[in-house]
């Protein structure tokens, strides 16, 4: 079993910029297709990006253009780099495998807090 950590939130203006990270335990996760997903109060969680093994990435509507994944697979690690943050954009941040992947995700992580506020 992977063991996911998801880190690199806080408070942000609104038009700022955060960097999340995801590190993961064991080398076979750089062979999965991984996304960020988010999940805002009394919403359900959401996928909002996804990278494949080899790189190919894939965004929500809501954040194209502002987000961007990338992973180090040599580190474990898969990022979320945020710009021009909107309010609407706070949420808990997580990691895990693509669902459009695979019919099993990992445990999720604690999730790491991302607040957009003036």
């Known amino acids: 079993q992977v063991q996911l950590v998801e880190s690199g939130g806080g408070l942000v203006q609104p038009g700022g910029s955060l960097r999340l990270s995801c590190a993961a335990s064991?080398?076979?996760?750089?062979?999965?297709?991984v996304g960020w997903y988010r999940q805002a109060p009394g919403k359900q969680r959401e996928l909002v990006a996804a990278?494949?093994?080899?790189?190919?990435?894939d965004y929500a509507d809501s954040v194209k253009g502002r987000f961007t994944i990338s992973r180090d697979n040599a580190q474990n690690t898969v990022y979320l780099q945020m710009n021009s943050l909107k309010p609407e954009d706070t949420a808990v941040y997580y990691c895990?495998?693509?669902?459009?992947?695979?019919?099993?995700?990992?445990?999720w992580g604690q999730g790491t807090q991302v607040t957009v506020s003036s």
């Open positions: 895990n495998r693509d669902p459009r992947y695979t019919n099993a995700l990992e445990d």
């Open positions: 064991g080398s076979i996760f750089s062979s999965y297709a």
């Open positions: 990278i494949t093994s080899g790189g190919r990435t």
